[in-house]
């Protein structure tokens, strides 16, 4: 996707409800800034990107707030119930931006504040102009074990060959809108794209870029930024 224009699109119309807070997530400070401005930097800051969209909740009062428009190549629009919605609906504005059907989408949570500017870069090197895209992810390091009802051990399936999916997840444009046109419901864009018979590429990220889940993700958000600041390796 190098000779073609680069979008960034961040989902951000979650309510993170399993924080348990009154405010999103994505507005909860970290580092002294919304966790949502820094997901936003990562995507500013990937050389000759044409625009970053944000999908927002259709109610978000939050938004304006935060003061994310500070840069000529942001801009937002509202998302739908469910986060394939939200993304189609993101898409969609890209297209009135400009955005062509063979453009690459770099899809990214607002919940992943601290990627690294070299893991992006890896991803988009790596994917290039392959139709059926990629993300960043990092190969299953522990013996993992399925419960049954009751919170006992059911089993221990297999590690191998799985890996923990991560954002940005970068496809192109068209066929990631395609993919979600689907009637049925995805947790990433990679899902999506897998049900149009696509095998996106796996490129090995940090396993430090985490999604913010739980309140004592926070120490540990706020220290991989500032290692992100100084360029230190994890």
């Not at 790596?126 to 074990?145: F, H, I, M, Q, S």
């Not at 990220?205 to 120490?219: A, L, R, S």
């Amino acid at each position: 996707m190098t000779a073609k224009r680069l979008w960034g699109l961040i989902a951000a119309a979650g309510s993170g409800q399993r924080l348990r807070a009154e405010t999103p997530k994505q507005y909860h400070q970290l580092a002294g800034r919304p966790v949502l401005a820094w997901s936003l930097d990562a995507l500013c800051q990937v050389p000759d990107i044409a625009g970053v969209m944000i999908v927002r909740a259709a109610d978000d009062a939050l938004f304006d707030r935060a003061s994310l428009r500070r840069d000529d190549r942001v801009r937002d629009c509202a998302g739908g119930a469910e986060r394939q919605d939200s993304i189609r609906a993101g898409l969609a504005a890209l297209r009135d931006w400009g955005a062509a059907e063979t453009d690459g989408v770099l899809v990214h949570d607002a919940a992943r504040p601290a990627v690294s500017a070299a893991d992006i870069a890896r991803l988009i090197e790596a994917v290039a102009d392959d139709p059926d895209g990629g993300l960043l992810a990092a190969p299953v390091r522990d013996t993992l074990k399925r419960a049954d009802a009751a919170g006992r051990v059911a089993e221990t399936p297999s590690r191998e060959g799985l890996w923990q999916a991560m954002t940005p997840q970068l496809f192109p444009l068209g066929r990631l809108h395609s993919a979600l046109a689907r009637d049925t419901r995805v947790t990433d864009e990679s899902q999506a794209m897998e049900g149009l018979g696509a095998r996106p590429r796996l490129v090995a990220g940090d396993p430090g870029n985490i999604k913010y889940t739980y309140p004592e993700d926070i120490d540990w958000l706020s220290s991989a930024i500032e290692r992100n600041r100084r360029g230190d390796r994890r």
